[in-house]
């Protein structure tokens, strides 16, 4: 696969087994060797002169603009999401959520952030950019008259997220970038649960699409690395600020980001598969208020899903009837398959206690008005397991819930 232009009509499958290998980067092996490189040698002071005048992509400079590794996974990145001109690398998720942000904002503009978004981006408003004299703004989602209104002249961006962390929630993501767009600020989409192959973001009007490649890209818990994408208006803007800011990855994750991306498809798919049968089951628990999993039928936001998306994953969380917490701490406890930590997107299945009304602002938790003994949720990333034994350890592990 040495012309990557092949891949232009490919379905996803083919251009996940193709993208960033371009015989240039891969030698006369298959995967682009790990380029440990900090001093770029030039074959003579002309050939040095030229080296920081042509600030292209796939041009050795210097350590810090990446060797074929990092190129080879931006170029694959950049190859999958449709309408992307470039894609720049972050050291983790959240350094590309600041790296994109300190390239949209300036003092004294306004952010709109989405109030289910992830927790760290918004704080990430409130601290580091409020020192730097801007100013966040969070509003709901769900409320697009209240989004609307939520713009002013200074407004320069706004940050979505969907399904929104923890609560799933999704929103009409077209029309909000559009209108985000008629109010002249750029719409900044954190992409993570769907990715490029779930949600095509910037066909539907997102202006700068990010993604926390430490999550489904990489896959086996064993990186830490974010992404973002643009088109050509702001890719080369979001490249210079990065090169501004020092952003580099390692090219040893670089290849292990690149490894995870050959086998994404399958992994979503699979996972996609099981965390819906989960869902559907939990779903028809006694114990169990509600189901969060905007892939399955009847949930909220499933309209808003089907619409839009192409694609899922194993993330959803479920809210219990009635209890407290620690009667979700014992099921969480319990659960013998199922590790407790903050990632997902992994091999392996992971549950978390969930409580949004801690730090939200506008959005009301419990998800259900009126109901607001069914407050007590657990977020579930479904990995490669057996589905049987996941839904069992489950089963057993509700034994626990309701035991006093
Ligand atoms: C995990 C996560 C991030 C941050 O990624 P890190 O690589 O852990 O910094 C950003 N956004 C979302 C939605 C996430 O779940």
Same mark, same amino acid.
């Given at each position: 696969?040495?012309?990557?232009?092949?891949?232009?009509?490919?379905?996803?499958?083919?251009?996940?087994?193709?993208?960033?290998?371009?015989?240039?980067?891969?030698?006369?092996?298959?995967?682009?060797?790990?380029?440990?490189?900090?001093?770029?040698?030039?074959?003579?002071?002309?050939?040095?002169?030229?080296?920081?005048?042509?600030?292209?992509?796939?041009?050795?400079?210097?350590?810090?603009?990446?060797?074929?590794?990092?190129?080879?996974?931006?170029?694959?990145?950049?190859?999958?999401?449709?309408?992307?001109?470039?894609?720049?690398?972050?050291?983790?998720?959240?350094?590309?959520?600041?790296?994109?942000?300190?390239?949209?904002?300036?003092?004294?503009?306004?952010?709109?952030?989405?109030?289910?978004?992830?927790?760290?981006?918004?704080?990430?408003?409130?601290?580091?950019?409020?020192?730097?004299?801007?100013?966040?703004?969070?509003?709901?989602?769900?409320?697009?008259?209240?989004?609307?209104?939520?713009?002013?002249?200074?407004?320069?961006?706004?940050?979505?997220?969907?399904?929104?962390?923890?609560?799933?929630?999704?929103?009409?993501?077209?029309?909000?970038?559009?209108?985000?767009?008629?109010?002249?600020?750029?719409?900044?989409?954190?992409?993570?649960?769907?990715?490029?192959?779930?949600?095509?973001?910037?066909?539907?009007?997102?202006?700068?699409?990010?993604?926390?490649?430490?999550?489904?890209?990489?896959?086996?818990?064993?990186?830490?690395?974010?992404?973002?994408?643009?088109?050509?208006?702001?890719?080369?803007?979001?490249?210079?600020?990065?090169?501004?800011?020092?952003? #580099?990855?390692?090219?040893?994750? *670089? +290849?292990?980001?690149? &490894?995870?991306?050959?086998? /994404? %498809? $399958?992994?979503?798919?699979?996972?996609?598969?099981s965390a819906l049968r989960i869902a559907r089951w939990l779903s028809n628990r006694?114990?169990v208020?509600?189901v969060?999993?905007?892939?399955l039928?009847?949930?909220?936001?499933?309209?808003?899903?089907?619409?839009?998306?192409?694609?899922?994953?194993?993330?959803?969380?479920f #809210?219990?009837?009635?209890?407290? *917490? +620690?009667?979700?701490? &014992?099921?969480?406890?319990? /659960? %013998? $398959?199922?590790?407790?930590?903050?990632?997902?997107?992994?091999?392996?299945?992971?549950?978390?206690?969930?409580?949004?009304?801690?730090?939200?602002?506008?959005?009301?938790?419990?998800?259900?008005?009126?109901?607001?003994?069914?407050?007590?949720?657990?977020?579930?990333?479904?990995?490669?397991?057996?589905t049987d034994?996941l839904i069992a350890?489950i089963e057993? +592990?509700?034994?626990?819930?309701?035991?006093?």
């Amino acid at each position: 696969m040495s012309d990557t232009s092949k891949l232009a009509n490919a379905r996803t499958g083919t251009r996940l087994v193709g993208a960033g290998r371009r015989k240039e980067w891969t030698g006369p092996v298959v995967n682009p060797p790990v380029w440990r490189a900090s001093t770029h040698l030039y074959e003579n002071t002309a050939s040095l002169a030229e080296g920081p005048r042509r600030n292209e992509d796939g041009r050795f400079f210097y350590g810090r603009r990446g060797a074929p590794t990092q190129w080879a996974l931006s170029d694959a990145l950049t190859q999958l999401e449709p309408g992307a001109t470039g894609t720049v690398l972050y050291p983790s998720g959240v350094a590309a959520i600041a790296g994109v942000l300190l390239t949209v904002v300036k003092p004294g503009d306004v952010l709109l952030i989405s109030d289910n978004a992830y927790d760290p981006s918004r704080a990430m408003g409130k601290g580091l950019l409020s020192d730097f004299g801007i100013e966040p703004r969070f509003f709901d989602p769900l409320d697009l008259a209240a989004y609307e209104s939520a713009f002013c002249e200074r407004t320069k961006a706004v940050l979505l997220e969907a399904p929104g962390s923890l609560s799933m929630e999704m929103c009409d993501m077209p029309a909000m970038a559009r209108i985000a767009r008629e109010k002249g600020a750029i719409s900044v989409l954190d992409n993570t649960w769907a990715g490029p192959l779930g949600f095509a973001a910037l066909e539907h009007g997102i202006d700068i699409t990010l993604m926390a490649l430490t999550k489904h890209v990489g896959g086996h818990s064993d990186l830490m690395m974010g992404s973002a994408s643009a088109g050509p208006d702001l890719y080369p803007r979001l490249r210079q600020r990065a090169q501004q800011l020092g952003t #580099v990855v390692s090219p040893d994750d *670089a +290849a292990l980001a690149l &490894r995870g991306l050959r086998t /994404l %498809q $399958l992994r979503l798919e699979q996972e996609t598969e099981s965390a819906l049968r989960i869902a559907r089951w939990l779903s028809n628990r006694e114990d169990v208020a509600q189901v969060l999993c905007p892939m399955l039928p009847g949930a909220p936001g499933h309209d808003l899903w089907k619409r839009d998306f192409t694609g899922g994953c194993g993330l959803f969380s479920f #809210v219990f009837r009635g209890g407290n *917490a +620690a009667a979700r701490n &014992r099921f969480v406890d319990a /659960l %013998q $398959l199922f590790g407790i930590g903050f990632s997902w997107g992994g091999y392996e299945s992971l549950a978390l206690p969930i409580d949004p009304s801690t730090y939200r602002t506008c959005m009301a938790w419990p998800p259900r008005p009126g109901e607001a003994d069914n407050r007590y949720g657990v977020r579930l990333s479904i990995g490669l397991e057996d589905t049987d034994d996941l839904i069992a350890d489950i089963e057993q +592990a509700l034994c626990a819930w309701r035991a006093e």
